[in-house]
């Protein structure tokens, strides 16, 4: 069965960055891509990239496009997603999720939450 | 930018039929995706392409998209479907947006 299985929580101070990876199996990784979102305490749900696990091409929300970084291994079938200069307003729960080009979010993880305090 | 409204809550007796509406500005000429996410959980698909439904999901199930308004309609509610519904679009080649979510409350 598919899975996406997610890295643990972080807490980090404002400025430092985050990497959190995102372990795929059940599934030809290569064949599709890996989206990347978010969720803030009590908000929705909110969209920050694409990545395709087969040629690594990216798609950036224009919000933190200056910041982000995804990259996907096919030799370990994990993607990963990095996020710098981290402020309070990071904080949130993040999800991977399974997504072909421009379509929907079959399989999520089970999100990693972010803390950004100082 | 792309809205999508959808309403805060829908509250329905166990049994009764919940509809919940996403509107958006001609929604109906996108592919408009339905998610259900249980508090402390993340998201599970349960609808995609405006009417299909995964594997696994119940055909209690059920959806459309037309004009301005998307509908996902939850037959012979059940306690368990007690959660918060997104829906979902993308709308160019570098834009995904959320619906703002509504929450069904199963009196």
């Known amino acids: 069965q598919v899975q996406l299985v997610q890295s643990g929580a972080e807490v980090k101070r404002p400025g430092a960055s985050v990497k959190v990876s995102c372990k795929a199996s059940?599934?030809?990784?290569?064949?599709?891509?890996v989206s990347w979102l978010r969720q803030a305490p009590g908000q929705g749900l909110e969209w920050l990239g694409w990545?395709?696990?087969?040629?690594?091409?990216?798609k950036y929300v224009e919000k933190v496009h200056d910041r982000i970084n995804m990259t996907a291994d096919t030799s370990t079938d994990t993607a990963y997603m990095e996020l710098r200069s981290l402020r309070g307003d990071d904080t949130a729960v993040y999800y991977c999720?399974?997504?072909?080009?421009?379509?929907?979010?079959?399989?999520w993880g089970q999100g990693t939450l972010l803390t950004v305090s100082s | 930018s792309y809205v999508l409204t959808q309403p805060p809550s829908v509250s329905v007796a166990p049994g009764q039929t919940a509809r919940i509406t996403c509107g958006g500005d001609?929604?109906?000429?996108?592919?408009l995706h339905w998610y259900q996410q249980k508090t402390g959980r993340a998201p599970i698909l349960v609808v995609y392409?405006?009417?299909d439904r995964p594997s696994g999901i119940p055909e209690r199930f059920s959806a459309s998209n037309s004009g301005n308004t998307a509908t996902l309609t939850i037959s012979r509610v059940e306690v368990g479907d007690e959660a918060d519904y997104y829906c979902?679009?993308?709308?160019?080649?570098?834009?995904?947006?959320f619906g703002t979510g509504t929450k069904v409350n199963v009196l």
């Open positions: 059940g599934y030809t990784f290569s064949n599709y891509g």
């Open positions: 001609n929604i109906g000429e996108k592919s």
């Open positions: 999720a399974r997504s072909g080009h421009l379509s929907y979010f079959d399989f």
């Open positions: 392409d405006d009417t």
């Open positions: 979902q679009v993308w709308t160019g080649s570098t834009d995904v947006v």
């Open positions: 990545i395709s696990a087969y040629s690594g091409n990216t």
